[in-house]
């Protein structure tokens, strides 16, 4: 849970807003909170509100009214140059809180009616330089497989059935956390579950998915399982739902122990990886790997559509003008 004791109560009044109506997931209004609370103690700093210069220890529990009536695009422009110049905030970053700032006025503008005019009606977004995303190659992935699957692991069966699903499913790490043994149909190999926004949709399991699972529940502790955690699919060694950083660390431990880079490879690596060698050797259609990620957007999928190295160097050869 959030804490909102500190958040004035057009702020809360926001966020319940956010969940209630526009449906935003938990890790979502996380987000806004974080967001909403620099850009509006940066403000205190900005309007001469307070003498302290540590955002952290600026209380914007009781932030004039009157002051966020005064907000206007140039003061936003100057949060966001804060943001890149002193916090060094990637575009990505900035992108980000940018777009909360514009669903936080709107709301206070359109909704809340607290503003006559929306001083973020024409705040841009910073150009996202697009790179090819990072991810393992094929036979790099058979050895995270080799390693996780390593019987001097005492959790080999859970860790194998974690990096299989990782690697033939390219799940986000909150879902793979939050899936539960009931959203899991064995009959028809598939699972349902829940991606950003709230957002469900189907994973088909392939012969390897099931072969795991099946492996891991056999030995999936039955008792002593904390209350909250009696249907969820992977559990730590304290019988509660595996958290997002146990998770984070068995991958990172399996990178490791293949010879990878941590600081290039991740949890999030593991997805690319997924996609990749789905559309590079699956000849999956476009559409198909969009809907099996849960983007929202083709356009984010199609950075999936690189190709290898090795992929150009045989269209070259191919040519038939290379022998000529």
Request: net charge positive.
């Amino acid at each position: 849970m959030i804490s909102r004791e500190s958040n004035p109560d057009f702020l809360n009044s926001f966020l319940d807003y956010s969940i209630t109506i526009l449906n935003k997931s938990p890790n979502s209004i996380k987000e806004y909170n974080y967001d909403l609370s620099m850009f509006l103690k940066y403000m205190m700093i900005h309007f001469n509100m307070t003498k302290e210069n540590d955002l952290k220890n600026i209380d914007i529990s009781n932030f004039d009214i009157n002051i966020l009536k005064k907000i206007k695009l140039d003061d936003i422009h100057a949060f966001v140059s804060f943001l890149a110049v002193n916090l060094k905030a990637k575009p990505a970053t900035r992108a980000r809180k940018i777009s909360t700032i514009r669903i936080f006025f709107k709301y206070l503008t359109s909704k809340l009616h607290l503003l006559n005019e929306n001083p973020s009606q024409d705040l841009e977004t910073p150009k996202l330089e697009r790179r090819m995303p990072k991810y393992l190659s094929l036979d790099e992935s058979h050895k995270l497989l080799d390693i996780a699957s390593n019987e001097d692991n005492r959790n080999h069966e859970r860790d194998y059935a974690i990096t299989t699903l990782f690697l033939n499913c390219g799940l986000r790490l909150s879902e793979l956390v939050g899936i539960n043994i009931n959203d899991i149909d064995f009959s028809e190999c598939k699972m349902n579950v829940i991606g950003k926004g709230n957002k469900e949709r189907t994973i088909y399991l392939n012969r390897a998915c099931m072969r795991s699972l099946s492996e891991y529940l056999n030995i999936r502790p039955k008792q002593n399982i904390k209350y909250d955690s009696k249907n969820a699919l992977f559990l730590s060694e304290r019988k509660e739902r595996i958290s997002r950083r146990t998770v984070q660390q068995i991958i990172e431990k399996e990178l490791r122990n293949s010879g990878l880079d941590t600081k290039k490879y991740s949890v999030h690596k593991l997805r690319h990886t997924a996609a990749t060698l789905m559309y590079q050797y699956g000849n999956v259609d476009i559409r198909a790997l969009q809907e099996l990620l849960g983007h929202e957007s083709i356009s984010t999928t199609e950075i999936y559509t690189h190709v290898s190295n090795d992929q150009v160097r045989n269209a070259v050869e191919n040519n038939p003008l290379s022998n000529y």
